[in-house]
């Protein structure tokens, strides 16, 4: 049987849930993914926490009026504060505090100007993390920009298997590719390495600059499925390596949709007036790119029995390894390979 999504239940990963610089010094921000209601704040020595969003007492959002005092959050109803860990440190109208009373608070991280949570279904920590990039890096590429943020109807499964498809790359994005092969997969516990060759298009960002077809490389590491980094290698006719950084991050806000944000950075390669033009054509070539899937991902559904065929590029490999996120296993697919 055909169906929508193949798990209907969220993966336990690490996932984006907001910018760094979205979430001011004392900010709080209300949130909902995986189908529940959260608040993120950040406290007043900067560091960003998350508490599952009502209040014990009688209900309120902490996320709509909560206030920050040191560690603790000032619910906006009655001003019961939380501490970070989820407990209750003061009623202020009385003496007692409640016992055995506790809000959920969730593990986080702030990476690469990411906001991160670790979200497990049932509130296992982390047992991973997801490392920053290195510092070095900042000394030869610009810094990290979001591309933009968009909500798609898709499912995270949808999603990935579309960054691992080779296939659909010289067909869904003409302007940018004219062929694609793979170098390769390595899956190592929570990361899963994809390696390919590609062939650019003319209209494309660095062909449209130098007047060539360049040839490029891209190596993607995923972080569990809710983060992948990208570099980009593409070497033009001109001698000129050009590089850029892709970070992707797909959240799953219930189960019909997904919050994706892309960021990206590009080597300096060339002076700066020309390095402004390089930034604004690659940030359109990511953004053009992305949504160039929106309508395919958006209406797809996963096939209990799918063809793969070879050059479709290493998709099952991609379920197996994203099926160890799940706490609950459906059957896996029945793939029929074809050669
Ligand atoms: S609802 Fe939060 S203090 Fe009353
Ligand atoms: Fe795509």
Redesign the pocket.
């Given at each position: 049987m055909n169906q929508r999504h193949l798990y209907s239940t969220f993966p336990n990963s690490w996932f984006g849930v907001a910018s760094s610089e979205d979430l001011l010094p004392r900010g709080v921000i209300p949130l909902h993914y995986f189908g529940k209601d959260f608040v993120l704040f950040r406290d007043e020595e900067g560091i960003p926490h998350i508490l599952d969003a009502h209040c014990p007492h009688l209900g309120a959002h902490l996320g709509y009026g909560g206030r920050i005092e040191g560690e603790t959050i000032r619910c906006p109803y009655h001003g019961w504060l939380w501490n970070v860990d989820g407990q209750c440190v003061k009623v202020p109208y009385a003496s007692k505090l409640p016992s055995k009373v506790q809000i959920q608070s969730w593990p986080v991280r702030e990476v690469n100007g990411l906001i991160l949570m670790y979200y497990h279904a049932q509130g296992e920590p982390p047992h991973w993390e997801i490392p920053d990039l290195p510092e070095s890096i900042w000394e030869t590429w610009t810094p990290l920009r979001l591309v933009h943020r968009w909500k798609v109807r898709t499912n995270i499964l949808h999603y990935l298997e579309?960054?691992v498809?080779l296939a659909?790359?010289s067909n869904?994005?003409t302007q940018t590719f004219k062929a694609a092969k793979t170098d390769g997969v390595e899956m190592n516990g929570s990361i899963f390495i994809n390696r390919m060759s590609q062939k650019y298009n003319l209209s494309s960002l660095a062909a449209g600059m130098f007047m060539s077809d360049p040839d490029g490389s891209v190596t993607t590491t995923y972080y569990g499925p809710g983060y992948d980094v990208s570099f980009y290698s593409i070497q033009t006719k001109m001698n000129l390596n050009l590089g850029l950084l892709t970070i992707f991050t797909g959240t799953p806000i219930d189960e019909e949709y997904l919050d994706i944000h892309i960021f990206f950075s590009v080597k300096k390669v060339l002076p700066q007036p020309f390095m402004q033009v390089l930034i604004a054509m690659a940030r359109q070539d990511v953004a053009r790119?992305?949504e160039?899937?929106i309508p395919?991902l958006e209406h797809k559904v996963s096939l209990s029995h799918p063809l793969i065929y070879e050059g479709d590029g290493p998709l099952q490999q991609c379920w197996r390894w994203v099926s160890q996120f799940y706490s609950e296993q459906p059957a896996l697919t029945n793939a029929t390979v074809q050669q």
């Open positions: 579309n960054s498809d659909h790359l869904v994005h790119t992305f160039q899937d395919i």
